[in-house]
C-alpha cells in the first residue's frame, strides 16, 4: 500500500484555508495512488491553538470543519489532527476519515507541559490505542509526545475501523514514551503513524529520530512521522517529515521548512526506500528558520511588508537580508538614521547593503531632533553630567520615526537586537526595542557573526568590513559593545549555560568562567527582565528563548548563592 505524508503549513484559525489545504493535498495524494493520507497533530486548527479552545464557538468551529473536510474526502482514507470536545472534556484528536465518514479517533494521551507547551491547561489525556485497517495493513496512531520517554504499563483496547489491516495512530507527545506506542502494537499495529506539530530548535532533528528509532527498537513497528511545517508567532515548524524501518533506519525524508508531500510504499508492514531530502548545514538551517518565521509572520498577519533602521552594523545587516530573502526586495524598507556619532563607514556599508539587496534606503539625519530634545530638557538636565540619558534619547528618536512610517505605510517594523542583548538588558526600551517581530531575538551575537558569513557564502550582500570592525551602537564618541559588557564569545557561552542549560552560578563558575562575569552578567539578566517583558516577539531557534518558555517574575527578591 501507499502513505501520502501531508507536510502542511496550517495557519490557526483558518479553519476554512486549512480545510481547503489538507483537501488539496489529498487530491493529489489520491491522483499519486496513495491509499491514506497523514496530517500533523491539530493540522485542522493548526498549532498551537492556545485559549482559542477555551471558546465554545471556536471549538464547535473546528467540529463543523470536520464534517466539512470528511465529506470533500473520497476515496482515500485520512486521518487528521483536531481539537474535540467529548463528555466535557478537551481533547487533542486525531481522527479516521474513510468514505466521507470518520470511523476511528485517537486521543492523545501525553500531554506536554514544559517549554513552549501548555497542553496541560487544555485537554485531558486519552486512555485507549487507535488501530485501523488500510488494504491489508494495521496502522497505529500516536500524536507526538505519545512515543516519547520510557516505558511504562499499557492496556491496549482497538478503536476504530477494522478491514484485516491494522494501524497505530500516536500524536506527538505520545510517540515520546513507550506506553502508547506499545499499546498501539499490543492492539494489532503493524506500522505506526505518528502526527506531530514539533517546532524547530537547534539539534531537533536528530532528537526526534534518536527517539523514534527507540520506539522502532522497541515495539518492532516501522513507523511514519509527520510534522507540521511554518511560522506561529515564535515558533517555527521545520517539518522534516520521515519514514524509519524497522530496523530504524530512515527510508523516506521530506525537506526542512517547505510545504510538501511524500509518498512512501509499504509491504509486508515494511517501507520501501524512497526520495530523502539532503541535510542542511547548520548555519543554513537556523537561516532558513528565521526566513520562515519572518515571512509566516508577515503574510499570516496581513501586513504589506516590513521595514527597519538600518545601522551599518551586523546586525541590522543581517536582519535586512533575512527580510528580503523571505518577502522580496519589494516588500521590504530600510532606513537609515545618522546621527553625529555614525562613522561614514557605517552609512557607506548601510547604502551598500541596501544597494546589494535591492531594497529601497531611506536617509533621515536625527541630529537636529536630538538637538531639540535636549534644548527642551536642558532646564531639566542643568547640572547633571550627560550619560547613558542621552544615548537612549537618540535611539528612541530613531524608534519613533520607524513606527511612524509603520503608522503611515502598514508595514511592520522588525527590531534588530541579538539574544545577547536581550539577555543582558544591552537595549533601548521604546528606542531600537520598538517594533513588532524581533528577527534576532533567539540568536546569539556569535550566531550572527556565524549567519552572515553563510549568507554571504551564498551571495554577497553584507560588507566584509561590517563583520570585522569591532560592533558599536554608536550613540557617543568611539564607543564599542565591549565597553559595557563582557567580550561575546565569553558572554554567550555564560548565557547559553545560565538561560538555556538552566545551571546555577557556581557550576557555571567551575567551567572555569570569571566569578566576575558570571556575578555581572546573572544580574544584567535579573535587572533586564521587565524590558524584556515589553519587547515584541522573536523567532525562538534555541531550546530556550526569551518568550513562551521563558516564565521569571519582575519583581524577584531570589539572589543566586555563588560560593
Known sequence: MKIAIAQINATVGDLSGNVARITEFAARARRAGADLMVTPELALCGYPPEDLLLREDFLAACDQALGDLAAR????????????????????????????????????????????????????????????????????????????????????????????????????????????????????????????????????????????????????????????????????????????????????????????????????????????????????????????????????????????GLSGGIDSALTLAVAVDALGPERVRAVMMPSQYTAGMSVEDARAEARALKVRCTEIAIKPMFDAFLKALSAEFRGLPEDATEENIQSRIRGTLLMALSNKTGAIVLTTGNKSEMGTGYATLYGDMAGGFGVLKDVTKMMVYRLANYRNSVSPVIPQRVIERAPSAELRPNQTDQDSLPPYPVLDAIMEAYVENDLSPKEIIAQGHSRNDVERLVRMVRLSEYKRRQAPIGIRITPRGFGKDWRFPITNKFRHQFD
Open 73 to 308: 474526502a473520497r476515496d482515500i482514507t485520512l486521518i487528521v489532527g483536531h481539537p474535540r470536545v467529548a463528555d466535557g472534556k478537551r481533547y487533542n484528536s486525531a481522527s479516521i476519515i474513510q468514505n466521507g465518514r470518520i470511523v476511528g479517533t485517537y486521543d492523545k494521551q501525553r500531554l506536554p507541559n514544559y517549554t513552549v507547551f501548555d497542553e496541560a491547561r487544555y485537554f485531558e489525556p486519552g486512555g485507549a490505542p487507535c488501530v485501523c485497517g488500510v488494504n491489508g495493513v494495521k496502522f497505529g496512531v500516536n500524536i507526538c509526545e505519545d512515543a516519547w520517554g520510557a516505558q511504562g504499563p499499557a492496556t491496549a483496547r482497538t478503536r476504530g475501523a477494522d478491514t484485516g489491516a491494522r494501524l497505530g495512530i500516536n500524536i506527538c507527545a505520545d510517540s515520546w514514551n513507550a506506553e502508547a506506542p506499545r499499546a498501539a502494537r499490543e492492539a494489532g499495529a503493524t506500522v505506526l503513524l505518528v502526527l506531530n506539530a514539533s517546532p524547530y530548535h537547534l539539534g531537533k532533528q536528530r532528537v526526534r529520530q534518536d527517539v523514534m528509532r527507540e520506539r522502532v527498537a522497541e515495539t518492532g513497528l516501522a513507523l511514519v512521522y509527520v510534522n507540521m511545517v511554518g511560522g506561529q508567532d515564535e515558533l517555527v515548524f521545520d517539518g522534516g517529515s520521515f519514514v524509519m524501518s524497522r530496523d530504524g533506519a530512515v527510508m523516506h525524508q521530506l525537506p526542512m521548512f517547505d510545504e510538501a508531500m511524500g509518498l512512501v510504499t509499504f509491504t509486508d508492514g515494511e517501507p520501501q526506500p524512497a526520495e530523502i531530502a539532503a541535510p542542511l548545514a547548520l548555519e543554513a538551517e537556523v537561516y532558513r528558520a528565521l526566513q520562515l518565521g519572518v515571512r509566516d509572520y508577515i503574510n499570516k498577519n496581513g501586513f504589506p511588508g516590513a521595514l527597519l
